[in-house]
Structure formats: C-alpha cells, structure tokens
C-alpha cells in the first residue's frame, strides 16, 4: 500500500527521533559522555539508519497484512509480525550502519565504533526489541480500532439501507389508494350492514396500528405478521367475498421466528392486485411451511392484471431486507401456482404441534 503524506511524515519523524535517541544512549553507554554538537553527524546518520529501517518495517508490516490478515489470525498475525519484524529490524539496521562506516570511515559514530562489537549488539538487539514490543502493540491497537470503526459504519450503513427499505415497504401499504378502497368499502356497509362496517373499521385501524407500529423495527415475530395478515385478509374479504380464500397452515414451532414486518402481507396483495378476481376467476392463497426450514405463500393463478414492475418492486424489497438476517435466499417459482419461499430465521425452537388459522 503506498503510504500518504503523512504517514511518510511520521515515519520519518517517529523513526529519526528513535534513531536519534538510540545514539545518545548507545554513545554515553560506550564512552561515559554525553554526546554535544560535535557529534551531529552521528545523531544524523543513526536517524537516517532508521528512518531506513522504519520505512522497511512499514512495507513489511503491509505485505504481512496481506499474507496474514489481522481480522483472521490475530494472535499469529502479533506473534510472527514480531519476531519477524525483529529480525529484519536488526539486519537492516546492522547492514546500514556497516554502509555507513563504509563511506564515512569508522570514526562517524565514536572512536572505536564496531558493527562486530558483541555487546553493542545485545545492546543494540536488547532496544530494539523493546521499541518493537512498543510498535507492534500500538500497531495492533490502531488495526483493531480501524476494524472497530469500519464495523461501526458498515453497520450504520445496514441499519441506514433496512430503513429505507423498510419505509419504501411501508409507504405501499398507506398510500392514498388503499385508504381511498377502505374507505368506499366502509361507505357501501354502513347502511346496509353496520355491525359490519364496524367490524372493517376495527380490523383497518389494527393494520394501521401494526403498520405505524412497526416501521422502525427491523423484523417481528411470525405469529405478529400472521395476526396482522389476518387482519389485512378480513379487509380483502369483506370487498371480494367469496372471489378470495387466504388459509393458513403453520406449525407452532415456528411462530416465535422472525420475519420481517409486512412480508406476508406484500405477498398477499401482490396476488390480489395482480390476478382479476371474479365469480370465474376465485383466488387461493396458501401460507405454510416447509420443514420448518421456509415459509411458502402459494397462490392459484385467476386471469392477469397489473403491471410486471410494480410486482417485481414488492419481491425485491423482500429479498434485499433478507439479505440482513440470512444468507439464504428467497425462492421464486412461477409454474402452475406461483410460489415464494422464504428462509425462516429461527429462534429457539418449540416442540411440533399443528395450528391452523382462519378468520
């Protein structure tokens, strides 16, 4: 990875500051003084020496993230970073320090300055594992940090995206048209049949509850979305008679699942609204599992009405909110009867019982 402006920038300045600390411990250590001005080159040089070395270590540490990834093997990416770094820390700094005797002479640093000296190379080996201890900590500090704060916006992002397309999902089901429908259903009963019209009212201001209710949450449990959908269904009922059946046949051991909200009562008006109903042409939906594994909404096929994009819009909201709970995706069958199957995401599962519903 090529490094920025500033990173070239506190290379230079955190590895010249340790280069240059390094020479006045390792000076003082080996003649008893302090070094002055008189010895500028030598700060110079052991700065240069690693500011080589730093940029080294740099480039490393970037191949070994590759080869290794951090996210993946931590504590082998730690481990071998440093031993590693080590190792190549001490090579480049001994081979640039014996270049530099080579073109300067061998008085650069002090008088008697040795690369072959034994115990300048403990001394030298013994300080540069201490600031690498220092490098690779802080180095897996700021990954994990990094790794922290992208997870922290990816997940923003997702939370962001289910949102929308929650709010896209929920803008379907409050738009003008279908209120304009309830409304006139209302109108036609309130004469002729007020207990009726009662009823509708109740059951329209439950769909509403639940649609205003769950417009923030990312998922509801299934039997919610069944009590809602049979809600929906006694509306539906109530303006096709005996045109539309909605049944459903779903073990209990799957009720406490999640599901995201509105799902089952999409997929129900997409078969309304693209299918005529008629004396003719009756509708049958079937909502059911599939060994406790997806949840099937199957529907017969009346005469075709709608519009293929509009249809298309409603399964792709359904698919992408999927996509944030499981890797499993949805299935489309369009054969003799039009099925969507749809992953359940399960909770902790209950014994098997049989629970059929009806309104």
Known sequence: MKPTLSRIGWIIALSGTLGSLLYAYLYFSETG???????IRGFSWSAFIMVATGFTLYYFSQLLDHLIPWRSYFATRFIIGYITSFALALGVTIGAARLVLALTGPNIFWSGFSTGDADLLWKVGILLLASLSIYT????????YQQYAVAQIETLQRERKQLELQFEAL???????YLFNSLNTISSLIYKDPQSAEQFIRRLAQTYQYILATQNKRYVLLREEVDFVQSYYYLLRIRFQQQLTVEFNLPSSILDTRIPPLTLQIL??????????????KLFIYITAQDNTYL??????????GNVQSFRIGLD?????????????IEIRDEDKFTVSLPIIHGKPKPYTEQKYSA
């Not at 909201?317 to 995706?329: A, L, S, V």
């Open 33 to 39: 003084l302090f070094p002055t001005l008189q010895n």
């Open 137 to 144: 900590i802080v180095y897996a500090l700021l990954y994990s």
């Open 171 to 177: 803008k379907s089901q409050i738009s003008p048209h």
């Open 268 to 281: 129900v008006e997409n078969a309304v609204k693209h299918n005529t109903l008629n004396a003719d042409n």
């Open 296 to 305: 099937r909404v199957i529907n017969t096929k009346a005469a075709y009405a």
């Open 317 to 329: 909201n359904i698919r992408k909110r999927y996509e944030f709970f499981t890797d499993r995706k």
